[in-house]
Nanobody
C-alpha cells in the first residue's frame, strides 16, 4: 500500500527557514506528480506547490519566491524548502502523490496523502 511520511516541521521565527521531507513507498515514485498542501486552523486545505514527474513546478501565489519544491526520484523523497517564513504560513503541511500535475484539487480522494507535519511560525 502507498505510504507517505512527512518530517521536518516545527517551530521557527518569522524570517527563518525550514525544510520539509516526504518519504514515499508502495508506489512507483518517478512517474507520479506530487504536491505539498497546507491547512491552517479554521481554513480549508490549499495547494502550496506541485511538481511533475519531469520536475516542472508551480506554486500558489502566497509562497512564490519563498518556497521551493523538489524531488529526489532515486531516494523516493519529496522536499519543500521554505524561506522567509511568515506567521501566515503556520499550518499543517501535507505531502500528496498521484493525479494530474495540472489539477487544482485538494480533496482527500485526490491520489494519496501523508499524515501531515505541523509548521508554526512565530513573530
Amino acid at each position: 500500500q502507498v505510504q507517505l511520511v512527512e518530517s521536518g516541521g516545527g517551530l521557527v521565527q518569522a524570517g527563518g527557514s525550514l525544510r520539509l521531507s516526504c518519504a514515499a513507498s508502495g508506489i512507483v515514485f518517478s512517474i507520479n506528480a506530487m504536491g505539498w498542501y497546507r491547512q491552517a486552523p479554521g481554513k480549508q486545505r490549499e495547494l502550496v506547490a506541485r511538481i511533475s514527474s519531469g520536475g516542472t513546478t508551480r506554486y500558489a501565489d502566497p509562497v512564490k519566491g519563498r518556497f521551493t519544491i523538489s524531488r529526489d526520484n532515486a531516494g523516493n523523497t519529496l522536499y519543500l524548502q521554505m524561506n522567509s517564513l511568515k506567521p501566515e504560513d503556520t499550518a499543517v503541511y501535507y505531502c500528496q502523490i498521484g493525479g494530474s500535475y495540472y489539477s487544482s484539487s485538494s480533496r482527500a480522494d485526490f491520489g494519496s496523502w501523508g499524515q501531515g507535519t505541523q509548521v508554526t511560525v512565530s513573530s
